[in-house]
């Protein structure tokens, strides 16, 4: 008869796995046995933990004390000014990615960028015609300045003409095409001031010679005469052409046509001017102005200064 090998009590079943009696089974150790590990088996894990907790120490996201802000990524359209498309005042023709100051008849003005990198302002500053704008943009150890005259508010745009070195403040001795372009704006807008009878309309003038003229606008001492401005100019003698401190100094021939009020004739005439001009406010600006004869204008002969 078989027996238990732990209780030695007799087995009569057999095929009997357990003994009925200690409950161990009839062949093994005693009790269920636990499996052990392998010794090597504790230590990958504890390696395992370890980097787990070092993973997320090194990706703890940072808290930052409330006053110290993150600045957010910039993008074209966030820097500088932002507007909407319809309120946008495009400047062409300037370097893409440079930094510059703006400045609407020496005034400055804030300026912003397009998602395609176009330079614009707001068309709102510009509030008459022939208004001038300098970009003065850093370049090396000086600075560099370009100018855009815009001849309509209605305008879309502006394109800007060649840089030239200057001064921080914008400042650059004016090169002949700058003074002709600058008396041809001078001079019409003189003549649209006469037309309308209203000083405000004088361009490019010191506040000094605005007060000069505003008496003949508002008397109509330039006759009973409508000018025809897109007929009519004032020209530039680049022969003669003398520069002092902050200061230029040319002769300048004005034609001019104008219908007269009572008959309707037509009338022409060219009179002969020594021009002083000077900067101030970030602005070229005429400041006085001598009629001359035509035989001081041919001989290169300034009127009295």
């Keep these: 008869m078989k027996h238990c090998p732990h209780c030695n009590s007799p087995i009569t079943q057999p095929d009997r796995k357990t003994c009925p009696v200690c409950g161990n089974p009839l062949s ?97 500053a510009l509030t008459r015609t022939d208004t001038l704008l300098r970009v003065v943009s850093p370049e090396g150890d000086g600075y560099r300045t370009a100018l855009a005259l815009v001849s309509k508010t209605s305008n879309e745009n502006a394109a800007f003409g060649t840089f030239v070195p200057c001064e921080a403040d914008g400042y650059a001795k004016p090169d002949e095409e700058y003074l002709d372009a600058m008396l041809t704006v001078y001079y019409r807008a003189y003549l649209r001031a006469a037309n309308a009878a209203d000083p405000a309309e004088l361009r490019y003038v010191t506040e000094l010679h605005s007060q000069s003229l505003s008496a003949g606008i508002k008397s109509g001492a330039t006759g009973a005469v409508t000018f025809t401005l897109d007929k009519s100019d004032m020209v530039c003698d680049t022969e003669h052409i003398a520069y002092g401190d902050n200061t230029v100094t040319v002769n300048a021939a004005a034609s001019y046509e104008a219908v007269n009020d009572t008959t309707g004739e037509v009338e022409t005439a060219t009179d002969y001017y020594t021009i002083q001009a000077v900067w101030q406010d970030g602005m070229w600006l005429v400041d006085r102005s001598w009629m001359i004869s035509e035989s001081d204008y041919q001989n290169g002969v300034f009127g009295n200064q």
């Design 28 to 124: 093994g150790p005693t009790g269920a046995a636990r499996r052990r590990l392998p010794p090597w088996v504790p230590v990958v894990l504890l390696c395992a933990v370890a980097v787990v907790v070092v993973y997320f120490a090194l990706h703890k996201p940072v808290t930052l004390p409330a006053d110290i802000q993150v600045p957010a990524e910039t993008t074209p359209e966030s820097a500088g000014l932002v507007l909407d498309e319809a309120d946008r005042f495009y400047l062409d023709n300037l370097p893409t990615n440079i930094t510059f100051t703006l400045t609407v008849d020496g005034v400055e003005q804030p300026h912003g960028t397009s998602d395609t990198g176009r330079y614009y302002m707001a068309r709102s």
